[in-house]
């Protein structure tokens, strides 16, 4: 019998992370591994969109090592550990069976190729963008490096992952110029004499690189740099990046009218009981969407230029924010964000065609239609 095929929770972890990396997360989030060791080799990863007692007795059915969801089921502080919450009973058994607990949440939300996407995806909309893209995600480096090196040093900042601009890679510039240095005292110079002055004709380079990428990208300078001492600047950009932000906007290829476009969304994202504003415009064509608890993009998506907003968990005073502008569209919370699961099998799948993922079976949303 084949044994099944193992990877670590740190190697699984990653690929969702090439993706949505951590640091895209909000600031009161708590994405990462909530419940485990990233060390584990596991063989089987079970996908949802909440952990809940019932989805952990599945993964323990299913000999799951690793459970992968959507919502972190440790969002605040746990100051106890009892059996009186769901929270720490879904804790304490995670534990007791050795499951492993990853959340990848709002920084999933805010990739381009996230949770939006997928919704995006499902509603057939076109030349999407974020809705409200994030700034001070990007640093660029400038280093200095003898021209004779500088092909192999460019090389081992790609590799890193530097010099990606949009659906452009190994991007860089150069400028050609003198570098002057003195070695003294214990230097060892690859070049030069110590105890006299030595000019260098070097290349000045410079890359844009993530901001999580930033620690990759230096030790791979640092190794690959001929000079013992390594001259660099990192300076974080305020540019705004189109592949990373809040919610998304889009266009449907064939405008629809109001009540086409609810019965769409009843049937597309299995919604019952829709809530939503009217307004004076006769065809949607232009959508933004954003899964979850969306009310705060609505300004937004009316500058935007949105004929609906689609998104959940609107307030009765929220509904007033869409101002006879769009049609604010409520669809629910569990409703706009069913299909990630899917997403994270999705990713997985494609890097690791072998491995065993499930998708768990369990409705996990608490609200009941009457």
Known sequence: MATKQKFSIQEITSYLEEIAPIQWQESYDNSGLLIG?????????????DCTEK????AKRLNCGLIVAHHPIIFTGLKKINTTHYVDRIVTQAIKNDIAIYASHTNMDNSIAGVNFQIAQKLGLKNIQPLVSKEKQLYK??????????TQLKKALFEAGAGEIGNYE?????????????PVGAAKPHTGIKNQLSQVEETKVEVLLWAHQSKKVIKAL??????EEVAYELIKLDNQQNVIGSGLVGEFDEPMKHKSLLTF???????KGIRYTECSKKVYKRIAICGGSGAFL?????????????????????FFEAD?????????????????????????????????LHLSKINTNPIKYF
């Open 170 to 182: 190994n991007c860089a510039f150069e400028t050609i110029g003198q570098g002057s240095f003195k």
């Open 298 to 318: 609505t300004k937004r998506a009316i500058q935007a230029g949105a004929d609906a907003y689609i998104t959940g968990d609107v307030k009765y005073h929220d």
């Open 141 to 150: 480096l400038y280093t200095y490096v003898p021209h004779k090196n500088c």
């Open 324 to 356: 006879n502008r769009l049609s604010l569209i409520d669809i629910g919370h569990y409703e706009s964000e069913q299909y990630t699961p899917r997403l994270f099998y999705d990713i997985l799948s494609k890097k690791m065609p072998t491995f065993a």
């Open 265 to 271: 969304l009843s049937k597309t994202m299995k919604a």
């Open 222 to 227: 640092l190794k690959a740099h001929p000079y």
């Open 55 to 58: 989805v952990l007795v599945e």
């Open 37 to 49: 060791d990233s060390s584990k080799k596991v063989s089987n990863v079970l996908f949802c969109l």
